[in-house]
């Protein structure tokens, strides 16, 4: 049983550049989870989505952080421009439609921007 | 805004020590709380989950309590070994706030050989 695949696992870029991360939940999972890791200020929620559609993107950092779902199986975290202060491990999360149940993580993209 | 704490931040202890990780919420309307391991260089792993209603979880040498009115939980660690090593965190998911996870700030163990 696979579990929740990101990509890429390390992301070394410029600042200024675009930066995609990608997620593929578990399949049958309904909710899907964006965080974020750093040393400061630890794991933060950015953005979570249930049956696809954003419900909470209070902790998306600013206007250059987008997220998207297009379908159950993928979804993508975009940074335009990035920053040197974006550097941090990105985790995306799945888990089934009830808050009673697990968030299953994936490995993370560690992103670094020079 | 819920805040979650952990003490202590790091912990060394021989290995076959029992040992006792602490996590304390400020927001006792909680729905419930988990408890995460991080090995490094990977993601959390889901360790335990107690609903608000329950008072403890068991799974093998790991059991939870929590403690709701008083904004504490606590994750005992039986018989500890090497690779008990990791990052545990804690983190609550409050009543109406959906799945939305705040996470603790983490005990690092190391147990030694």
């Known amino acids: 049983d696979a579990g929740v695949i990101q990509s890429p696992r390390h992301e070394v870029t410029e600042m200024g550049q675009e930066v995609t991360l990608r997620c593929k939940p578990i399949s049958g999972h309904n909710s899907l989870f964006w965080y974020r890791q750093t040393m400061m200020r630890g794991l933060e929620l950015l953005i979570y989505f249930n049956n696809n559609v954003p419900i909470d993107d209070s902790g998306m950092p600013e206007d250059r952080f987008s997220a998207k779902m297009p379908n159950a199986s993928f979804s993508t975290l975009k940074i335009q421009p990035s920053e040197p202060r974006d550097s941090a491990v990105y985790f995306c999360?799945?888990?089934?439609?009830?808050?009673?149940?697990?968030?299953?993580f994936g490995d993370g993209t560690r992103l670094s921007i020079l | 805004k819920q805040e979650v704490t952990q003490i202590p931040a790091a912990l060394s202890v021989p290995e076959g020590e029992n040992l006792v990780l602490n996590c304390s919420f400020t927001?006792?309307?909680?729905?419930?709380l988990q408890w995460f391991r991080q090995d490094p260089g990977k993601g959390l792993t889901s360790l335990l989950l107690i609903q608000s209603s329950q008072r403890e979880q068991t799974s093998g040498r790991l059991n939870a309590s929590l403690d709701k009115s008083s904004g504490r939980s606590t994750l005992y660690i039986a018989a500890s070994q090497p690779g008990d090593s990791a990052t545990y965190l804690c983190a609550v998911t409050l009543r109406g706030g959906g799945n939305k996870l705040t996470f603790g700030t983490g005990t690092q163990l190391k147990v030694e050989l």
């Open positions: 927001d006792s309307a909680i729905y419930n």
């Open positions: 999360a799945s888990t089934e439609n009830y808050s009673n149940q697990p968030q299953h």
